[in-house]
């Protein structure tokens, strides 16, 4: 289990417990540390502050956002050009996600009460785009930051679970990376949809940045028995895992690149593609963050 479940998630999955969505965690007295990196007396004032720098001026759209207020939300230790270690533990304390195949995305919308789609801010900062709906927030705006902004709270979706299930599997067979985010964590504040056009995506994958978020509790795998070669799934793969032998005529995975977003799944005419349980493959058993092993957390 990644180092969240075990600090955050009581021997579960961390997205997974329902106290990480609480309200009485959402305006918790943050300690010491949470308070230095980001700037805040309580996950509720820094939620505030997001929302005005980055969602809010993502809805309104109009012109571009000045990367100036994104720092905004940027840790302590990352303004003041600390150490990547450094700057790594001040992402997961501010602001941290993790990569989640669709059974469990769709498990936390089964768990919330609020589930709303908003313009993505990634999209509207990387390509000035304010119509990509990629953002599904949980409990979104809980302190009504967005009914200040008029053409802001307009755009927002509130969604059922049903709707949301099902605009999430049509992103799903388009490809994009479902990832949950949390604001001071373990608050959880929302899903994301992602590919090569979101911040975080860029800066960690393309750009072999501080990483923003784990692998999935999961890693891909193909059965050769079943796998014809169409190499159909080669296309939805957004971290190269994947490569195709053409002495074999098959496709297969390499499980050091794997995230386990599980989005090559939908492609496959034969079904050859499964997940299973990271723990269950013993080369990325503790592989959580670049591709070099770590020793798993104590």
Known sequence: MCEFCIKHGEGKKWYLLMKNYSQELL???LSGEQAEE???KTR???LTRFIELF?????????TLDPQLL????PTSELTAGTEAQQLEGRKIVHFGQVLPIEDVEEVLDMVTSITRVPCGCRFVTIGKTDKRYCFGIGIDPLGVMGQYPDSAASLETLDREEAK???RQLDEEGLIHTIWTAITPYVIG???CDRDCLLYRSYIEQRGTPTFFRAEYVAQIDPDLCTGCKECLKQCQFDAQFYSSALGKVDINPMRCYGCGVCRPSCPTQAIGLIPRKD??????????????????
């Open 166 to 168: 099902k605009i999430i």
């Open 281 to 298: 493959e013993p080369k990325v058993a503790n592989l959580w963050l670049k591709e070099e092993p770590v020793a798993h957390p104590q």
């Open 191 to 193: 899903i994301c949809n």
């Open 27 to 29: 305006h918790q007295e």
């Open 71 to 74: 720092s905004g939300f940027v």
């Open 44 to 46: 509720a004032e820094w």
């Open 38 to 40: 980001s700037r805040a």
């Open 55 to 63: 969602s809010a001026a993502a809805a309104a759209g109009g012109g």
